[in-house]
């Protein structure tokens, strides 16, 4: 079924993200705030951010940041 290989992806994406622990996020969380409100550039923000596996850093803070940027 075409569908359930999209739902085993998106399924291992949100285990993923739940397993990071609350220190990763923390210091995702401080990277990003950092970056959005130009304590450090977006550029350097992006990648500090990409060094961690999280898919929701990957998927919507990067992005974002990537956006800012332009």
Same mark, same amino acid.
């Given at each position: 079924?075409?569908?359930?290989?999209?739902?085993?992806?998106?399924?291992?994406?949100?285990?993923?993200? #739940? *397993?990071?622990? #609350?220190?990763?996020?923390?210091?995702?969380?401080?990277?990003?705030?950092?970056? *959005?409100?130009?304590?450090?550039?977006?550029?350097?923000?992006?990648?500090? #951010?990409? *060094?961690?596996?999280?898919?929701?850093?990957?998927?919507?803070?990067?992005?974002?940041?990537?956006?800012?940027?332009?």
């Amino acid at each position: 079924y075409y569908g359930a290989d999209k739902l085993k992806f998106i399924s291992d994406l949100v285990e993923k993200s #739940l *397993n990071t622990t #609350l220190t990763e996020r923390a210091e995702i969380n401080t990277i990003f705030a950092q970056a *959005n409100d130009g304590m450090i550039s977006p550029v350097e923000g992006i990648r500090k #951010l990409a *060094n961690f596996e999280d898919p929701l850093c990957r998927l919507d803070l990067i992005k974002f940041l990537e956006n800012k940027k332009k």
